[in-house]
Every structure is written in C-alpha cells, then in structure tokens.
T-cell receptor
Framework: AQTVTQSQPEMSVQEAETVTLSCTYD???????LFWYKQPPSRQMILVIR??????QNATENRFSVNFQKAAKSFSLKISDSQLGDTAMYFC?????????????FGTGTRLQVTL | NAGVTQTPKFRILKIGQSMTLQCTQD?????MYWYRQDPGMGLKLIYY???????DKGEVPNGYNVSRSTTEDFPLRLELAAPSQTSVYFC?????????????FGPGTRLTVT
C-alpha cells in the first residue's frame, strides 16, 4: 500500500512571497501520478497541479510549480507571488498507474495562511 | 454542467439512525468514489465504482454500503450510525481510461452523529 506524508501541518507566508510545501510518499511502483489539491474554507477540493512519474520535467501551472524527485520520493509544491486567495488546506495525493479506478491516497494536509 | 452534486449539505443523526447520502454527476464519468475527511486529516476512500452495477471497498468501508444502478448516481448508505462516523463526506468522479485523470469533487456533506 502507498503512503503519503506531509510533515508541515501549518505554514504562513506573506502576500507576494514564495512558499514551498513538502510531500513525501512511499511506493514500490515505478509508474504513478502525483497531485496537489487545494481545499479553501468552502471545502471544495480543487486540483492545483499534476505530475506524471515517468516525466522528468517538473509540472508548472502559472504561479504553481512542483519539485519532483523520484529517487527521493519527494513531491514539493512551490507557490510564487502568494495571494490571499491561496489561503487553504493543501493536500498531496498519490495515484498508481496500474489497477482499477484511479484511486487516490491523500496526505494529511498542510494549512497555508497568506497574510498581508 | 453542474458537475458533482451532493445532498444534503449538513445532517445531524442520532446514534443508531440510518441515512443515505446522495451523489449525482452529469459528466458521464464511469468512475465514482466516496471519501470521508475527519477533522485535521486527509481524505480516505470508503467505496468506489468503475461503472453501473460494479462497486468495491476502499480503505475504510465498515459501516457503509453503496449501490450503483446508473452511471449518474452513487448513493452512500449509513446503517446504524455511530459517533465515529462523524465526518465530512465527499463524492468524486473521473473519466475511465484516462490514467492520472482529474477527480472532480462534490461540495461535501457534513455529518454529525450524536
């Protein structure tokens, strides 16, 4: 079974600054997908960014980018130019590429507070 | 498209009562999922379905039942509610055959069992 660990329960960043959220995972699989989901106070789960393990290039989506280190099983999220609207819980998630139904395993989350 | 809808948004149950959480998606997705999120924790998979008539257990299925009679609907049944089932429940769906495809989540149902 896979496990996902987020070791930072809470983080704070000032508006316009950069912050990095950490995630490590454990798996014996070679091919898989990794995700970062955002959960604002509204509770809605929103996909932020996705990484395919067989791609060496780190994924980017506007102000969001990842640092994917496959050998170290590390998948951190960098948020640049932080905005107040980035305040949310952030969850790292793992999806195996084999098997049925594209099931996700989530970490416990990091609560990010963006301040003025 | 409405995406994934869930009803009710909130519910308080007494110990031993039963209820059904409704989930509907209008994206013609084959895959559907039920997760629960306990306070301060990530989401854990309860049950999932790969198509109408096919369901399977996830990580935490005890105390729950599901059915999938149509592509659109995936209700979650709680029998004999217990305080340990106090949680926020999320339904999600995704497209079959697209490995690594995005799961689309509903807004959640906050359930309290007292």
């Amino acid at each position: 079974a896979q496990t996902v660990t987020q070791s930072q329960p809470e983080m704070s960043v000032q508006e316009a600054e950069t912050v990095t959220l950490s995630c490590t995972y454990d798996t014996s699989e070679n091919n898989y997908y990794l995700f970062w989901y955002k959960q604002p106070p509204s509770r809605q789960m929103i996909l932020v960014i996705r990484q395919e393990a067989y791609k060496q290039q780190n994924a980017t989506e506007n102000r969001f980018s990842v640092n994917f280190q496959k050998a170290a099983k590390s998948f951190s999220l960098k948020i640049s130019d932080s905005q107040l609207g980035d305040t949310a819980m952030y969850f790292c998630a793992f999806m195996p590429s084999a098997g049925t139904a594209s099931k996700l395993t989530f970490g416990t989350g990091t609560r990010l507070q963006v301040t003025l | 498209n409405a995406g994934v809808t869930q009803t009710p948004k909130f519910r308080i149950l007494k110990i031993g009562q039963s209820m059904t959480l409704q989930c509907t998606q209008d994206m013609n997705h084959n895959y559907m999922y039920w997760y629960r999120q306990d306070p301060g924790m990530g989401l854990k998979l309860i049950y999932y379905s790969v198509g109408a008539g096919i369901t399977d257990k996830g990580e935490v299925p005890n105390g729950y039942n599901v059915s999938r009679s149509t592509t659109e609907d995936f209700p979650l049944r709680l029998e004999l509610a217990a305080p340990s089932q106090t949680s926020v429940y999320f339904c999600a769906s995704s497209s079959a055959g697209t490995w690594g495809g995005e799961q689309y989540f509903g807004p959640g149902t906050r359930l309290t069992v007292t």
